[in-house]
């Protein structure tokens, strides 16, 4: 029984310094790219991510937890404008806008509590069809750093943030291609 325990300890010890070797193998970032097309101008899609205190209207996270709190920057449609949420579903946390060219661009860095990962994201806006329409790139990506926890973690990571961008291009093209004032 003590040489069943004692090799039972040896593969479990030698499994985890494989696994910890392998992740300094991994990426130290990753980088995650969605689009949608919108049957809306740039200007009247822009509004809905350029002011973070319209994110509401289309974010998946919002969606998932509508009595997430949040409080925002004074002027929430600028460079430096910032939101920061906490929630028991979703976690807390911060984004604030870095550089905003209306109707075209807006970065953001959105950083989490309790994780490590700090995530830069940008929204591209081209105009389709003579300005009838755009084409919105979302894009997220983030530094993984050294440990190999967090390289393990950013290959769950990729995924699950793609889905969620998915759903947020999805819900953003619903809001913006609905009729009425945007």
């Known amino acids: 029984m003590l040489r069943y325990l004692l090799r039972l300890s040896l593969a479990f010890v030698l499994l985890s ?6 992740g300094f193998f991994l990426p130290r970032s990753y980088r995650v790219v969605r689009a949608v097309s919108v049957a809306a101008a740039p200007e009247a899609v822009y509004p809905l991510v350029g002011d ?3 994110w509401r209207e289309w974010s998946p996270w919002f969606a998932r937890d509508p009595q997430m709190e949040t409080r925002f920057s004074p ?8 939101t920061e ?3 028991r579903t979703q976690g807390g946390g911060r984004a604030e806008v870095l550089a905003a060219q209306a109707p075209e661009r807006v970065r953001y860095r959105m950083t989490f509590v309790g994780l490590p990962v700090e995530t ?5 806006f081209v105009a389709l069809g003579g300005g009838r329409g755009t084409s919105v790139t979302w894009t997220s990506e983030g530094r993984l750093g050294w440990s190999p926890l967090a390289r ?13 961008l998915e759903r947020g291009l999805e819900a953003l093209r619903a809001r913006a291609e609905k009729p009425g004032p945007r």
């Open 120 to 124: 830069e994201g940008t929204f591209e």
């Open 85 to 87: 949420w906490n929630s």
């Open 75 to 82: 002027e929430p449609a600028c460079v430096g404008a910032w």
């Open 52 to 54: 973070v205190g319209r």
């Open 17 to 22: 310094v494989l696994l910890a070797l392998a």
């Open 152 to 164: 393990w973690f950013g290959l769950l990571l990729r995924r699950a943030e793609g889905q969620e």
